[in-house]
Nanobody, 124 residues
């Protein structure tokens, strides 16, 4: 079992930067691939970014490449999402999720452990 706790969300203005953190605990959590997903009001969950077990292989939603960066520190069992140049359309609840595989996945079904989510409202 893996527990995930997100932090770092909050109200920001368009153009600001924000870094989300996801603290993982539980057996073998540092060997799991991780992902950040988001759900905007009235929309489906969307994969924002994912990385493999050591952060050396990453994936980003095409529209977010260059603005968002995923990283992890396995010594701290923490995954980060650096979000730059935020836009109002980035407003969403952001979720951290763990994939039992060491390689990242891009499908919702690949992720078996989820955090409770953290809200990121971006005002224009």
């Amino acid at each position: 079992q893996v527990q995930l706790v997100e932090s770092g969300g909050g109200l920001v203005q368009a153009g600001d930067s924000l870094r989300l953190s996801c603290a993982a605990s539980g057996q073998a959590s540092s060997t799991y691939a991780m992902g950040w997903w988001r759900q905007a009001p009235g929309r489906d969950l969307e994969l924002v970014a994912a990385c493999n077990w050591n952060g050396g292989d990453t994936h980003y939603a095409e529209a977010l490449k260059g603005r968002f960066i995923i990283s992890r520190d396995n010594t701290k069992n923490t995954v980060y999402l650096q979000m730059n140049s935020l836009k109002s359309e980035d407003t969403a609840v952001y979720y951290c999720a763990a994939n039992r595989s060491s390689d990242y996945g891009t499908k919702l079904a690949d992720y078996v452990y989820w955090g409770q989510g953290t809200q990121v409202p971006v005002s224009s």
